[in-house]
């Protein structure tokens, strides 16, 4: 039986705290949090407050399977971060999980160009991920079950709120 990494809204928490004493023990002090929506906006909120950071920036960024490709690539979606709000800052990327890495590799790599310093907060990261995070929660190769995307939307049917 395959065992799965259950973080609930609890352990999340203390996670996020946790994290957030990473980032302040090694002294990097962030002018802006970069999440990565969706999971890392929950990441970015908590470390937001954990840090004092008040300046948050969000990224949209999916997987997008082309018609005739075997890989799929991470594509950025708006809203895309102006690049003039981000120019010589200290950034730190706040996503839920670094699994292969694309997302944040795409997220670094825009940020590379025009910021003084950017880095990498996960809750998870998975062994097989190419950007190699700065603060990193847990390791695991399990998949993992966030509180926020374990339970399936809500929909509205006939007068009654129903899971789907
Ligand atoms: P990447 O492969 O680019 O590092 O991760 C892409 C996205 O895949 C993550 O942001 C996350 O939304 C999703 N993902 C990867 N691994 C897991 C997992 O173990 N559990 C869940 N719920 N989502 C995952």
């Not at 809204?9 to 990565?36: K, Q, T, Y």
């Not at 890392?40 to 082309?66: R, S």
């Not at 880095?119 to 950007?131: D, H, I």
Request: charged fraction near 25%.
């Amino acid at each position: 039986a395959e065992e799965r990494e259950n973080l609930t809204w609890e352990l999340f928490g203390s996670a996020s705290r946790e994290l957030a004493r990473e980032v302040a023990a090694d002294g990097f002090v962030p002018d802006l949090i970069l999440s990565i929506a969706r999971g890392g906006l929950f990441v970015a909120g908590a470390l937001g407050y954990a840090l004092d950071v008040k300046n948050l920036h969000v990224m949209n960024v999916e997987f997008y399977t082309g018609v005739d490709q075997r890989l799929d690539l991470p594509v950025m979606l708006p809203p895309v971060p102006n690049v003039v709000d981000l120019t010589h800052k200290k950034v730190l990327v706040a996503d839920d999980v670094a699994d292969t890495g694309a997302t944040l590799k795409l997220v670094r790599d825009f940020c590379a160009d025009h910021v003084a310093d950017v880095r990498c907060a996960v809750v998870y990261e998975k062994p097989a991920s190419t950007v190699k995070c700065e603060y990193v929660w847990k390791r695991t190769d399990r998949w993992i079950n966030f509180p926020w995307s374990v339970l399936p939307p809500v929909v509205e049917r006939a007068g009654q709120v129903l899971d789907a």
